[in-house]
């Protein structure tokens, strides 16, 4: 049995889906919302307040994946107790539980636990976390490297998805095109979006060929976040004046953000085989999936 921590997120949801879909007795964890019609295989967890019995209790266990927590950047710097009662002192608890068994750990993690350089970094680079986030994923990381033997960590950049509303990098732009409303955007972030089904299909990769350690994981196209939203723009033929050219400095983030996103993918590649999904094919499935639910409303 495969158990993912935080089904109900956003990548935990898909992954959820893909390897049910592939026939395998999952099981996933939701907080604040729900699994939907899966919602048979499903089991509430509050990591600020965890009950572990549940997960305790599950038969079989092969896998755990850890899609969960406190994910917003600036919150974890606001309340910085709570979030880390839950990113560390909990998450930490529950793994406790698994570390001297057979289990294997695959743990999400980002590529903020690097410093902010124009660097394409790989797995052995240096670490240097600047905001809260950034230093709670690499406290976890840290803490599984020592007590694990079995363990994946995924480190990725900014991952994105292609289904309408699911409020990711480009739908969001998309859906305020489609309001006719302007959007902001920095011509002096750069960033390497991954998509999410590139980001299953590793995991999925890693744990069949057994390949255990850590790993990078980022889109190969690198460009501002300027620049992508006038190709999103284009390609979905909005006009441009629908896009402010902004730098860093006319936003308010409470915590620093990266101008630099970059992680190297070869040893990830390498070790799974798959092929990173071009930006170009994911705004043809955007485009298919709006016009779907286009039709249905109709
Ligand atoms: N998305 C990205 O761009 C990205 C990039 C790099 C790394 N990552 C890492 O990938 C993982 C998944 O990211 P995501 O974008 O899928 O996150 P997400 O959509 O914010 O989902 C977070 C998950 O954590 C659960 N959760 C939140 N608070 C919880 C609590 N107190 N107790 C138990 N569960 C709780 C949520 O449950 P409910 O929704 O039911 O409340 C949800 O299932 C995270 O660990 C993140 O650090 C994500």
Redesign the pocket.
């Known amino acids: 049995m495969l158990l993912i ?8 949801n898909k992954l959820f889906s893909y390897l049910k879909n592939k026939g395998l007795d999952v099981k996933g ?5 729900t699994l939907g019609s899966a919602e048979k295989d499903g089991a509430y ?4 307040n965890p009950d572990f019995s549940n997960i305790l209790d599950l038969k079989n266990l092969t896998h755990i994946f ?6 917003n950047i600036d919150e974890c710097k606001i309340n910085r107790n709570s979030s880390y009662k ?1 990113n560390v002192t909990n998450t930490i608890k529950l793994f406790e539980n698994f570390s001297h068994t057979h289990v294997v750990l695959v743990y ?4 903020m636990v690097y410093s902010d350089t124009e660097k394409e970094f790989t797995e052995a680079d240096t670490l240097a976390p600047s905001t809260e986030y950034g230093r709670q ?1 690499l406290e976890v990381e840290q803490y599984i490297e020592a007590q694990f033997r079995n363990y994946i960590i995924l480190r ?4 994105y998805g292609v289904g309408k509303g699911d409020q990711t990098l480009f739908t969001t732009w998309l859906d305020s095109f489609m309001r006719h409303e302007t959007i902001f955007s920095a011509d002096d972030i750069f960033i390497s979006p991954i998509y999410v089904m590139d980001v299953v299909l590793a995991l999925d990769c890693l744990i069949t060929r057994k390949h255990y350690g850590i790993f990078n994981l980022g889109g190969h196209e690198t460009a501002t976040r300027y620049e992508f939203s006038q190709r999103l723009a284009k390609y979905f033929m909005y006009n441009l004046s629908l896009i402010e050219k902004k730098s860093i400095k006319d936003f308010q983030f409470i915590e620093p953000r990266p101008l630099y996103s970059r992680l190297s993918s070869s040893k990830t590649i390498q070790a799974t085989g798959i092929e990173l999904t071009s930006i170009e094919d994911c705004f043809k499935s955007m485009k298919e999936n709006y016009n779907k639910k286009c039709q249905r409303q109709q």
């Not at 999400?108 to 590529?111: G, K, R, V």
Request: proline share 0%; aromatic share 10%; charged share 15%.
């Open positions: 921590i935080g089904a109900s997120g956003f990548i935990g964890t939701y907080h604040s919302k967890l509050d990591l600020g850890f899609c969960a927590g406190v994910t839950i999400l993690s980002t590529d994923k990725l950049t900014k991952v």
